[in-house]
């Protein structure tokens, strides 16, 4: 049976998981259709723009999120130096597991669904696989599912990639990650879009493509 969400906004939340802490942004609307988690991006964090603009208009279809940081802070100290936890796919895939048990041990059995940028994409494919029917749906925009190599074959979610058309190699390997894909699934290019989405009216599209996308996946 379906957990009915209560409303909810909580700002830097600890999500205390085994072994560390995480902080969060959690934002649950009246009458919400489940929660997505955002994995953002190589070099970002819950505080992106872009994504805190999409989670705003999931929001507005009454669908919760929850954007959280996927280092901790002496970890992304380290990685600003080094740049290598923020490639580091496997880490990040585990991260967004212990979070998404993390959330549903709080929620109960609610639809989950997940939103990932860049390498953050591979990293709630593989996330989505290792949990199974668990997730709902997953949505990359810009992203690089193709990072998710193996696993592609195995994610059983609803699975929707956005690109940018004029994001050319990003088209490529989401057109090569988009074949290997076995689950329901869709590939949306935004005419005139580049990398970050920047040019007029682009994020507000790629934004309202997943909130369509999850509306109808986390009511199934």
Same mark, same amino acid.
């Given at each position: 049976?379906?957990?009915?969400l209560e409303?909810?906004v909580?700002?830097?939340l *600890?999500?205390r998981?085994?072994r560390?802490t +995480?902080?969060?942004?959690?934002?649950?609307?009246s009458d919400?259709?489940?929660?997505?988690? !955002?994995?953002h991006?190589?070099?970002?964090?819950r505080k992106s723009?872009?994504?805190? !603009?999409?989670?705003t208009?999931?929001?507005q279809?009454?669908?919760g999120t929850?954007l959280?940081?996927?280092?901790?802070?002496?970890?992304e100290?380290?990685?600003?130096?080094t740049?290598?936890?923020? !490639?580091?796919i496997?880490?990040?895939a585990?991260?967004?597991r212990a979070v998404t048990?993390?959330?549903?041990?709080?929620?109960?059995? &609610?639809p989950?669904?997940?939103?990932?940028? *860049?390498?953050?994409a591979?990293?709630?494919?593989?996330a989505? &696989?290792?949990?199974?029917?668990k997730?709902?749906?997953?949505?990359?925009?810009?992203?690089?599912p193709? +990072?998710?190599?193996?696993?592609?074959p195995?994610?059983?979610?609803? &699975?929707?990639l956005?690109?940018g058309?004029?994001?050319?190699?990003?088209?490529?390997?989401?057109?090569s990650?988009?074949?290997? +894909?076995?689950?329901e699934?869709?590939?949306?290019?935004?005419?005139?879009? &580049?990398?970050l989405?920047e040019?007029?009216?682009?994020?507000?599209?790629a934004?309202?493509?997943?909130?369509?996308?999850f509306?109808?996946h +986390?009511?199934?």
């Amino acid at each position: 049976m379906r957990t009915v969400l209560e409303p909810v906004v909580e700002n830097d939340l *600890s999500i205390r998981l085994e072994r560390l802490t +995480l902080t969060g942004d959690l934002r649950i609307p009246s009458d919400a259709h489940g929660v997505v988690l !955002f994995a953002h991006g190589s070099g970002s964090s819950r505080k992106s723009s872009r994504n805190r !603009f999409v989670a705003t208009v999931l929001n507005q279809h009454r669908i919760g999120t929850l954007l959280f940081d996927l280092l901790t802070i002496p970890e992304e100290r380290e990685d600003y130096v080094t740049a290598h936890l923020r !490639f580091n796919i496997p880490l990040l895939a585990g991260r967004m597991r212990a979070v998404t048990e993390w959330l549903l041990a709080r929620s109960g059995e &609610t639809p989950v669904g997940y939103f990932g940028a *860049s390498t953050g994409a591979a990293a709630a494919l593989i996330a989505a &696989t290792e949990l199974g029917s668990k997730i709902n749906a997953v949505v990359s925009r810009g992203g690089r599912p193709d +990072l998710a190599g193996r696993e592609l074959p195995q994610v059983t979610a609803a &699975t929707l990639l956005i690109v940018g058309g004029e994001d050319h190699p990003v088209i490529e390997m989401n057109q090569s990650a988009f074949d290997r +894909l076995t689950c329901e699934k869709e590939m949306k290019i935004i005419p005139g879009a &580049t990398h970050l989405f920047e040019e007029a009216g682009t994020l507000e599209q790629a934004a309202d493509l997943a909130a369509n996308w999850f509306e109808h996946h +986390l009511k199934e």
